[in-house]
C-alpha cells in the first residue's frame, strides 16, 4: 500500500535545502556605499557607464547605481556557459548584447561574482575592441580559490569561501535571487554544503 504524504509535507523529489546567512543585507548595503563613493571618487566629475551581466548583477548594479552621485548611465548584456561543467572550458556564449555603444564611455562591468574569471575574461575581451575611454570591473563577490582565468576585479565588496551561494542576484537553478542577504546553500537530508563546483 502506497504511504500518503501529510499535508505540509516536503516532496521527496526536492532534496531539502537551506541558506546559512553568509553576509548579512545590511553589511552588503554598507559595502555597496562605500564602494560606490570609491568609485566616483576615482573618476571624479565624469558620466559613468555600468554594464551588467543578466540576471545575476541586477542587483548589484541598481543599488550601485543610486549610491554613486552624478551622472550615471546604465545597461544589460547576457551571456550563458555551456552547462555548469563545461564553464572551465571558456564556452562563453553572448545571448543579448549591449542597447548602446560604449565607445568613449568610462564603463563599469558589475557582476555578482567572479569565480573562475571566464565570463569576465570572454567579456573584458568584447569591450575593449569596442574602444571604451576606460573599462573597469566591480564585482560583489569575489571567490580568489576558484581562478582558472586571469582576471582581477578593480572593485569588491567581499572576498568569500569557495562555497556555493546564492541571494542577492545569485541562484541556484533560478531561486534565491530575491534574498536580500548572501548565504551559503546547504542541501540534503543531512544539509551538507553545496560543493561549489558542481
Ligand atoms: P565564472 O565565469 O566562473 O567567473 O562564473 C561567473 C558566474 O557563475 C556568475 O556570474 C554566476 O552566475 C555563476 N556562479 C559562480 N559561483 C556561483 C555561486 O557560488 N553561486 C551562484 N552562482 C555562481
Ligand atoms: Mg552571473
Same mark, same amino acid.
Request: glycine content about 8%.
Given at each position: *500500500? %502506497?504511504? @500518503? +504524504?501529510k499535508?505540509? %509535507?516536503?516532496?521527496d523529489?526536492?532534496? @531539502?535545502e537551506? !541558506?546559512r546567512?553568509?553576509i548579512?543585507?545590511g553589511? $552588503?548595503?554598507r559595502r $555597496?556605499?562605500?564602494?560606490?563613493? /570609491? =568609485?566616483?571618487?576615482?573618476f571624479p566629475g565624469?558620466p559613468l557607464h555600468?554594464v551588467s551581466?543578466l540576471k545575476?548583477?541586477?542587483?548589484?548594479l541598481t543599488?550601485?547605481a543610486?549610491n554613486?552621485?552624478g /551622472?550615471?548611465?546604465f545597461?544589460?548584456?547576457?551571456?550563458?556557459s555551456y552547462? %555548469?561543467k563545461?564553464?572551465?572550458?571558456g564556452q &562563453?556564449r553572448?545571448?543579448?548584447?549591449?542597447?548602446?555603444s =560604449? /565607445?568613449?564611455?568610462?564603463?563599469?562591468v558589475?557582476?555578482d $561574482?567572479?569565480?573562475t574569471? *571566464?565570463t569576465?575574461q570572454?567579456?573584458l575581451?568584447?569591450?575593449e %575592441?569596442? +574602444?571604451? +575611454?576606460h573599462? @573597469?570591473?566591480? &564585482?560583489l563577490?569575489?571567490?580568489p580559490?576558484?581562478? $582558472?582565468?586571469?582576471v582581477r576585479?578593480?572593485?569588491?565588496?567581499?572576498s568569500?569561501?569557495n562555497e556555493? &551561494?546564492v541571494g542577492y542576484?545569485?541562484d541556484y537553478a533560478?531561486?534565491?535571487?530575491n534574498l536580500p542577504?548572501?548565504? !551559503?546553500?546547504?542541501?540534503?537530508?543531512?544539509?551538507k554544503?553545496?560543493?561549489? /563546483?558542481d
Amino acid at each position: *500500500m %502506497q504511504k @500518503r +504524504k501529510k499535508a505540509g %509535507q516536503q516532496s521527496d523529489r526536492r532534496p @531539502r535545502e537551506r !541558506v546559512r546567512v553568509l553576509i548579512t543585507g545590511g553589511r $552588503i548595503q554598507r559595502r $555597496i556605499q562605500a564602494l560606490a563613493m /570609491e =568609485i566616483r571618487k576615482d573618476f571624479p566629475g565624469e558620466p559613468l557607464h555600468l554594464v551588467s551581466v543578466l540576471k545575476g548583477g541586477v542587483f548589484f548594479l541598481t543599488d550601485l547605481a543610486r549610491n554613486i552621485p552624478g /551622472e550615471v548611465s546604465f545597461d544589460f548584456i547576457a551571456v550563458s556557459s555551456y552547462g %555548469q561543467k563545461t564553464r572551465s572550458s571558456g564556452q &562563453v556564449r553572448l545571448t543579448r548584447d549591449l542597447d548602446s555603444s =560604449i /565607445e568613449g564611455k568610462t564603463v563599469i562591468v558589475v557582476e555578482d $561574482i567572479l569565480d573562475t574569471g *571566464m565570463t569576465l575574461q570572454y567579456l573584458l575581451r568584447l569591450f575593449e %575592441q569596442r +574602444k571604451p +575611454k576606460h573599462l @573597469r570591473v566591480a &564585482v560583489l563577490l569575489d571567490k580568489p580559490e576558484r581562478r $582558472i582565468a586571469a582576471v582581477r576585479a578593480d572593485y569588491v565588496g567581499f572576498s568569500i569561501p569557495n562555497e556555493f &551561494v546564492v541571494g542577492y542576484g545569485l541562484d541556484y537553478a533560478e531561486r534565491y535571487r530575491n534574498l536580500p542577504y548572501v548565504g !551559503v546553500l546547504l542541501l540534503g537530508r543531512g544539509l551538507k554544503e553545496k560543493p561549489a /563546483e558542481d
